[in-house]
């Protein structure tokens, strides 16, 4: 199983599991939930972009119905991320999963746009509860120990989740019977639920995971974490601009362009794959001399925009793919820095997760809404990815205009601190 598998020091060790008192049925009840969501969410979202292609929709109307559903997710997301906090998460769980499962089940029944728009609310309102809480109940769950490790582990599970599930409703897709992976979904969804519940009858030993973190770890200033956190939300809507595209439009474009539904699957198969790659790599302890730095995020993001330039030059499999690649392992570098920023030592965990929620949930609006209007313009059906490398430059500038301001005020900061002496100049 690839998700028991941890990155220590260069070398891939099961044993480490063991050691960090992460045992199977903690995997399994804990984290493989976000997988099993994350596929049921990405089955129904590529499964309706090939459906809207087949009912004659535009793609106009797909980003529009994506923005939708983003919309309530973005509005939704903070106040559901203060309502767990408030209540048991698992209440707030349980509700997401409820009305994931409403959609799933109504989804197979839909002929027409209209009925597409009455649907897909619903499913931001989903992802909106179910997020956030998930975050900040994962870590209550598992402590408040090696936080590196647990962010590593979630990303791990719904990287793949999210990777699996465009490939398999690439594959299931058929105009003949367009609904199978609406079905799969709804399937995943209980699951979900039954491993959620299951956790219930697992007791962790929470004393034994909240670990003291090593005497020799120095943490940034206040100034220095808030301005770092700000830029990597910044780079992370930027990623999630880009990925609304690729999850959401590019479905419905490729297939306009003549590739085959399961060329999509296997382009998204190696985005998955390296994100998933990338993440396993930022949970090692090695990954940590990265932390609060501007340098990483700024090299990945320019090489996404170079990867983009060629997406959009020309129509190579191959070279796709190697850009894809490139694309899943910017967004890696960029989600885990925004989850870790905002989660290490905060105790406002769902406040800080539905923030976090909430921004990448803005780039997922705006990308498919903007692309689609983009695909249907004289522009071409390839210019999309074209607007994916504007929008990450754009996020650059305004990421360094961000470094700059929180460098005066750290400065600040630090002047008011010591204040001159007497003499002093």
């Not at 980003?63 to 939704?76: D, H, K, P, R």
């Not at 539904?261 to 198969?269: A, Q």
Request: aromatic share 14%.
């Amino acid at each position: 199983m690839p998700s028991v598998i941890i990155f220590v020091g260069g070398v891939f060790n099961p044993d480490a599991l063991m050691r960090r008192n992460l045992k199977l049925p903690q995997l399994l009840t804990v984290y493989f939930p976000v997988l099993l969501i994350d596929f049921a969410y990405s089955s129904v979202l590529t499964n309706t972009s090939f459906y809207t292609s087949y009912l004659g929709l535009s793609s106009t109307f797909l980003g529009i119905l994506n923005a939708i559903m983003t919309g309530f997710f973005v509005m939704l997301a903070i106040p559901f991320g203060r309502l767990s906090d408030r209540i048991d998460r698992r209440y707030v769980l349980y509700a997401a999963f409820l009305v994931l499962g409403a959609a799933c089940l109504g989804l197979p029944y839909c002929r027409n746009g209209t009925h597409l728009l009455l649907i897909f609310p619903g499913i931001g309102v989903s992802m909106a509860l179910f997020w956030p809480a998930y975050e900040a109940w994962l870590a209550e769950r598992e402590g408040e120990g090696e936080l590196v490790h647990r962010v590593m582990l979630f990303n791990l599970f719904w990287s793949m989740g999210i990777t699996l599930g465009p490939v398999f409703s690439s594959y299931l897709y058929g105009d003949a019977n367009p609904f199978i992976p609406f079905y799969l979904a709804g399937i995943s969804t209980l699951f979900t639920v039954v491993t959620i519940f299951g956790s219930n009858f697992l007791k962790l030993d929470v004393a034994r995971t909240e670990q003291s973190e090593p005497p020799e770890v120095l943490y940034p200033s206040l100034p220095v974490r808030t301005t770092h956190l700000n830029l990597a939300r910044c780079a992370n809507l930027a990623s999630w601009f880009v990925l609304g595209v690729l999850r959401r439009l590019a479905p419905k474009l490729t297939k306009e362009m003549g590739m085959l539904p399961t060329t999509f699957g296997n382009l998204m198969l190696t985005l998955g794959s390296l994100q998933t790659l990338a993440f396993v790599i930022l949970g090692t302890g090695y990954s940590t001399r990265w932390h609060y730095r501007f340098a990483p995020i700024l090299v990945v993001q320019l090489l996404a925009i170079l990867s983009f330039l060629g997406i959009w030059g020309t129509q190579h499999t191959l070279l796709w793919a190697f850009a894809f690649g490139i694309i899943g392992v910017s967004a890696a570098f960029t989600y885990f820095s925004s989850l870790y920023y905002g989660l290490d030592r905060h105790v406002d965990k769902g406040n800080k997760s539905g923030w976090h929620e909430a921004i990448l949930g803005v780039g997922i609006l705006l990308g498919p809404l903007l692309g689609g209007i983009s695909a249907d313009s004289q522009l071409g059906v390839r210019s999309p990815y074209l607007l994916c490398g504007v929008a990450i430059a754009v996020a650059i500038l305004i990421e360094v205009f961000i470094l700059i301001k929180g460098s005066r005020s750290s400065e600040g900061s630090r002047e008011s601190e010591f204040p001159p002496t007497e003499g002093s100049l």
